[in-house]
């Protein structure tokens, strides 16, 4: 009963955490082996937390020494993994919103030209643009 107090708001955080992840779980577009490393990392934080003493004895079969240091060792490890995978992920939204960028200019483009010099009937429509009615919107 001595860490009844902090035992219960670390396992209140975790709990907590897998929820929100459970209630995004159809919104969070992510894979699968992320679902099942968070899931995991829910149990051991869990287990640690009941169970300090095992978290210091496999630290010194790894010669880490103490369980404290073992936790921050992976705390950094996770920490980088999370910053790399938003970081991949910035980078790819960035490319996505680029070439929309890209095709909404070129479409806009081509239908001022068109209303601008006038369509002719030779030349070939505007794939994706509205050249006759005059809105700024482009079809998805």
């Known amino acids: 009963m001595k860490y009844f107090w902090i035992q219960l708001l670390l396992i209140a955080g975790s709990v907590s955490m897998a929820l929100m992840f459970i209630r995004t779980w ?7 082996w992320k679902r099942i490393a968070f899931s995991a ?10 169970r300090p ?8 079969h790894l010669g880490v020494g103490r369980g404290t240091d073992l936790v ?7 920490m980088g993994f999370l910053t790399l995978n938003t970081f991949l992920r910035f980078r790819s939204l960035e490319k996505k919103i680029t070439d929309l960028a890209r095709t909404v200019a070129i479409n806009e483009g081509l239908r ?14 505007a ?7 005059g809105t700024d919107s482009v079809k998805a």
């Open 112 to 125: 001022h030209n068109d209303v601008r010099l006038g369509a002719s009937d030779d030349a070939p429509a």
């Open 26 to 32: 159809s919104q969070a577009q992510n894979r699968a």
């Open 53 to 60: 003493t095992d978290v210091t004895w496999v630290a010194q």
């Open 41 to 50: 990392f829910v149990v051991v934080n869990v287990y640690a937390v009941l």
């Open 127 to 133: 794939t994706g643009a509205e050249s006759s009615t």
């Open 72 to 78: 921050l060792y992976m705390m950094v490890l996770a």
